[in-house]
């Protein structure tokens, strides 16, 4: 296949997979596509975050919508900004009982939004908006300096009040906008925990695993990653263990949120693919560096040691979370993973998805969150689920 027929036939195996979101899932093998369908999960449409600093936020809440319309309760737009508002209310009381040597800052991971579902519910996009500041889209620069500004100011007075909470909840009030106590559904009016329990979701169902060496496999610890600034714990796996719940997950219509880097020279949402060619970036030329995106490839084979370097020596980082809400695979019988970016639907010629590579999972994820009824038996049974 030349490099324009592929181009043509990606296109239109994303364009296929984005007119589907909110209908049910159908088979795309009989399309004349570079990929073979295994499954795609039916799922909520693209969202951006725009200026922010809160693909966690985006990615887990997609999660959620995508798992409310597994379990029949219907198509939700949740608020991603209602979260990160109650997760920035933690992260400012952290950073100040530990003098400033916590980690402050609009990062997090997936489990910052089950956390604050837990204590505060979800809430319709319809209901809180979180723009209070004159723009159409998210924009957090100057909220983020005016943050870190505030809590350094506290710090530094070394005479703590006790309004200054009420203070940093001011500034987050401000920006962002007062989170609605009631609001009306189905002509009740209800708290955002009752609006949660209603559609009866429970983030105590889902559990987040990594694969790391330098702690024991089949335990929990806390991943050593700045973005984790809860501590939270983690299942430890091998990485084939991981790969595997991966694969079993979305061959059985369970989404996951995908933590991981992006950093990668060979990850091109633009392009719309992440793979991890076989022969070294250096080592290539011009011509065959875009080739790489251009007609399927061979690609290296990732063993967890080499995962273990490159996170030790800080070349894997938790930089972003996306959504995992597809299994493909290509002519090789090499899988690839659809995936949902927060960028934007116009964010790339692809409707702001992605596939990424086996081998790039493999190699750059740094954990998953996924719902327990995802993992494997013989996994789960391991790790005491």
Same mark, same amino acid.
């Given at each position: ?116 579902? +837990? ?145 990668? +020279? ?94 790039y999972i493999r190699l750059h994820t ?20």
């Amino acid at each position: 296949m030349n490099s324009s027929a592929f181009n043509k036939s990606l296109l239109w195996a994303v364009f296929a997979v984005t007119i589907t979101l909110n209908l049910v899932a159908q088979d795309f093998d009989t399309l004349p596509l570079p990929f073979k369908t295994i499954n795609i999960i039916n799922t909520s449409p693209v969202k951006s975050q725009s200026r922010t600093g809160t693909c966690w936020a985006f990615a887990t809440t997609s999660f959620i919508e995508t798992e409310l319309l597994k379990m029949g309760k219907g198509e939700y737009d949740l608020s991603e900004m209602y979260t990160v508002k109650y997760a920035y209310m933690d992260k400012g009381d952290l950073y100040v009982r530990f003098h400033g040597m916590a980690n402050f800052g609009p990062g997090g991971q997936a489990h910052d939004v089950m956390n604050q579902v +837990r204590k505060y519910g979800f809430v319709p996009e319809e209901f809180y908006h979180g723009i209070q500041y004159g723009e159409e889209k998210h924009n957090h620069s100057e909220l983020n300096t005016v943050l870190n500004n505030f809590l350094d100011g506290v710090i530094k007075a070394r005479q703590i009040t006790p309004v200054w909470k009420n203070a940093f909840a001011g500034i987050l009030d401000t920006y962002l906008g007062k989170v609605p106590e009631f609001f009306a559904f189905e002509d009740k009016n209800l708290t955002p925990k009752e609006f949660t329990a209603h559609l009866g979701f429970n983030p105590d169902d889902y559990v987040e695993l990594t694969s790391y060496m330098h702690h024991p496999y089949y335990e929990k610890f806390i991943l050593e990653v700045p973005d984790n600034w809860s501590n939270d714990l983690y299942y430890n796996l091998p990485v084939d263990d991981l790969m595997d719940v991966v694969v079993y997950a979305l061959k059985n219509d369970y989404s996951l949120v995908w933590d991981g880097d992006m950093s990668d +020279r060979g990850f091109s949402h633009k392009k719309g693919l992440a793979v991890v060619p076989e022969r070294d970036w250096d080592d290539m030329s011009d011509e065959e560096k875009e080739q790489t995106f251009m007609q399927p490839i061979s690609e290296k084979n990732i063993s967890q040691m080499m995962r273990q370097n490159l996170f030790d020596n800080f070349k894997i980082t938790d930089d972003h979370l996306m959504h995992l809400t597809g299994l493909v695979e290509d002519e090789n019988g090499t899988y690839f993973y659809l995936t949902k970016n927060s960028w934007g639907e116009e964010s790339n010629d692809f409707g702001g998805f992605l596939f990424i590579s086996d081998s790039y999972i493999r190699l750059h994820t740094i954990a998953i969150m996924v719902h327990k009824k995802a993992i494997p038996e013989k996994i789960a049974k391991k790790i005491g689920l």
